[in-house]
């Protein structure tokens, strides 16, 4: 499994997570609850918890990781993930499953790294969750 992991970060699995989540950020792209699809909205919030998902594993274990994370952007990404709109969570869509897989990933990627800690609370992290 580790090897696995480490394949992954070698081939750039990081940068290219993060970057496909700030995709979805995007104004412009059809973002999980704007798409007039149901069907669509489902899979594009399914694609986002399976892409924070896979960066939480790769992360977990490895401080190397984390601060690489948090060198591409990636705490800032975290934090407009916890600042979804939480009306949508009982939808059924998926978008508690999107959080849940976002707090996680700030478990995983976040927390026993200080200085990706430290972005963490720079960018009012904590306040988010807290709210």
Same mark, same amino acid.
């Given at each position: 499994?580790? $090897?696995?992991?480490?394949? %992954?970060?070698?081939?750039?699995?990081?940068? #290219? %997570?993060?970057?496909?989540? +700030?995709?979805?950020?995007?104004?412009?792209?059809?973002?999980? @609850?704007?798409?007039?699809?149901?069907?669509?909205?489902?899979? =594009?919030?399914? #694609?986002?918890?399976?892409? %924070?998902?896979?960066?939480?594993?790769?992360?977990? =274990?490895?401080?190397?990781?984390?601060?690489?994370?948090?060198?591409?952007?990636?705490?800032?990404?975290?934090?407009?993930?916890?600042? !979804?709109?939480?009306? +949508?969570?009982?939808?059924?869509? @998926?978008?508690? !499953?999107?959080?849940?897989?976002?707090?996680?990933?700030?478990?995983?990627? $976040?927390?026993?790294?200080? #200085?990706?800690?430290?972005?963490? %609370?720079?960018?009012? @992290? $904590?306040?988010? #969750?807290?709210?």
């Amino acid at each position: 499994d580790e $090897v696995l992991l480490q394949d %992954l970060h070698e081939q750039g699995a990081v940068p #290219m %997570l993060v970057g496909l989540l +700030q995709q979805f950020l995007e104004p412009g792209i059809a973002a999980a @609850g704007s798409a007039s699809n149901p069907e669509e909205d489902r899979i =594009l919030l399914e #694609m986002q918890a399976d892409a %924070l998902l896979t960066t939480s594993c790769l992360c977990e =274990l490895d401080i190397h990781r984390k601060e690489l994370f948090g060198g591409y952007d990636g705490v800032q990404l975290l934090v407009q993930y916890l600042k !979804r709109d939480s009306a +949508q969570f009982s939808s059924g869509r @998926g978008h508690n !499953r999107l959080l849940l897989a976002a707090t996680d990933c700030v478990w995983c990627t $976040v927390v026993g790294s200080p #200085m990706v800690e430290d972005i963490f %609370l720079e960018n009012e @992290g $904590v306040f988010v #969750m807290l709210d």
